[in-house]
């Protein structure tokens, strides 16, 4: 799955891409968020905030499944316009 | 018509494009432009600042916006642009333009599209103040 991260998220963990194989328990967003904020510190920090999330470039919820699902993001509140 | 640009825009062109073949049905025509000010929300001085974006999402999200404006009001033409990368002060940052037979349909779609376009297109600011120190700004 590709799991990408934007903005003060993208900064803090240094990386604004990962290629990652789930493990078969992480079945939602949520999960998937905690398991990356458990993978190391500088997860953990980035990842501490408030954080939104995309699945397949849409806003979600923790709650929605990943089955399937090709790219996530993850990213703070956003401050456009 | 939707971009998301490094670029900057022009207005006038914009608006030239949105109102071609629309002569004599449209009403009224809405606008705003963001604008690169000088000081943060908190009211710290803002030197420049960078936007970052999700490309693809960012394109997307914008023509959600489109879409549920054009359920909601009667519209006949919009425009809107949103740039990305470094940005001086005075700098345009985004254009939403409206176009319907009514001033009330014009005006209600942009201010629908600028407000919701600032809690969900995926875009950040980073400001740098005059000492050369950077801020993200914070979303709600």
Not at chain 1, 9 to 37: C, F, M, N, Y
Not at chain 1, 66 to 74: I, K, N, S, T
Not at chain 2, 53 to 68: D, F
Request: net charge negative.
């Amino acid at each position: 799955m590709r799991v990408l991260y934007f903005a003060a998220v993208r900064r803090s963990i240094g990386t604004g891409e990962e290629l990652l194989d789930l493990p078969e328990d992480v079945k939602t967003a949520g999960e998937l968020l905690a398991w990356l904020r458990g993978r190391d510190e500088l997860h953990e920090a980035g990842l501490s905030g408030r954080v939104c999330i995309a699945v397949n470039q849409e806003h979600v919820d923790e709650s929605t499944r990943l089955d399937g699902v090709e790219e996530v993001a993850f990213f703070p509140p956003v401050t456009g316009g | 018509m939707i971009r998301v640009q490094r670029e900057p825009f022009d207005v006038g062109e914009a608006y030239g494009r949105l109102i071609s073949g629309l002569e004599g049905k449209v009403g009224g025509v809405a606008m705003f432009v963001g604008l690169v000010r000088d000081f943060s929300q908190a009211g710290e001085d803002v030197r420049r600042m960078t936007l970052e974006h999700y490309p693809g999402m960012a394109e997307k999200e914008l023509e959600r916006l489109v879409e549920e404006a054009s359920r909601k009001w009667e519209l006949l033409g919009h425009v809107l642009i949103h740039r990305y990368g470094a940005l001086e002060l005075g700098e345009p940052i985004v254009l939403v333009m409206t176009a319907a037979a009514r001033r009330e349909a014009a005006l209600s779609a942009c201010s629908f599209l600028i407000e919701w376009l600032k809690t969900r297109a995926p875009f950040w600011k980073l400001e740098e103040d005059s000492k050369g120190r950077e801020r993200w700004v914070e979303g709600e």
